[in-house]
């Protein structure tokens, strides 16, 4: 069985005399350590899939299952503890304590979480050794990005959420905290990871899921993905990269 199951899951939100569709009978599954990235264009639904996989939103219907939890029949009480203990959240905007250094914002996990990491180190790991007792408003927004990417990975979760968490980065920067993650992923933990990176894609994950509308268009290995898309959507993205074919087409996508 594997680890992360989103079985036929509906989230439905009120929108005046009508209803917003944003999670529409969605399928998919993801094994232990897998780095999946998550594709589709804004509105697509895909904050909302991180929402119900992290436990913050709740499924209109349909079943999740993540390791031995299934997270739509949890009470609140057992979520909490869920959200402390198994889910790392990196959300699109830092949500950083700006009152506390660095340091300090990537201490709270160890609030949270008993089995944390030591703070230094993991702000050593996304290049913030030097900058730890900076204030947020004395970091830039890239470097306020990888203070949160920090306090998420220091609780060492098993499953990682990430919302487009490294389009602030430069080129360099950003694979380099890719590789830290992917590295993480080595150690068994799951990764799903919003993007509009396709290269990132195509060079880091294992697995792809396309969202759009609500709905999933495709989903699979990133290889046969990127190499022979479904869905117009999908290919459609593909063929506004053209390096990413070329690269594709010279068998060098790994
Ligand atoms: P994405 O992250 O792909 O841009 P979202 O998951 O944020 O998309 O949103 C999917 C759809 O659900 C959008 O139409 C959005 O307006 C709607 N939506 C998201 N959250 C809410 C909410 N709390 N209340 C009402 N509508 C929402
Ligand atoms: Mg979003």
Redesign the pocket.
């Known amino acids: 069985m594997s680890y992360i199951s989103f079985e036929d899951v509906c ?1 439905d ?3 005046g005399n009508t209803v ?1 569709h ?2 529409d009978h969605v399928n998919f599954h993801i094994e232990k350590g897998e780095f999946c990235v998550v594709l ?12 119900l996989l992290g436990g913050m ?1 709740k499924a209109t219907s349909g079943r999740i299952i993540v390791g031995d939890k299934e997270i739509t029949g949890l009470r609140s009480s057992q979520l909490t503890e869920y959200r402390r203990h198994d889910v790392g959240f990196v959300f699109q905007f830092y949500n950083l304590m700006p009152n506390l250094t660095a340091l300090e914002n990537v201490e709270l996990a160890q609030q949270v979480c008993e089995r944390a990491l030591d703070p230094r180190e993991v702000l050593e790991q996304v290049g913030l050794g030097q900058r730890m007792n900076n204030f947020p408003a004395q970091l830039s927004g890239g470097e306020q990005q990888r203070v949160s990417i920090a306090r998420a990975l220091c609780k060492t979760p098993a499953l990682l959420l990430c ?1 487009e968490p490294t389009s602030m980065q430069d080129a360099s920067t950003r694979g380099e905290i890719i590789e830290v993650l992917r590295r993480r992923t080595e150690k068994g933990m799951s990764m799903l990871f ?1 993007t509009h990176d396709l290269l990132l894609a195509a060079h880091a994950a294992r697995k792809i899921i396309v ?1 759009k509308d ?1 709905r999933l268009c495709e989903s699979g290995g990133s290889k046969e993905v990127l190499a022979a898309p479904k869905h117009p959507y999908t290919k459609a993205l593909l063929d506004a990269l053209p390096r990413v074919n070329r690269r594709l087409d010279d068998g060098r996508e790994r």
């Open positions: 989230k939100y009120p929108a917003v944003a999670s589709g264009p804004s509105g697509a639904g895909k904050t909302t899939v991180l929402n939103d919302d919003v969202l609500g």
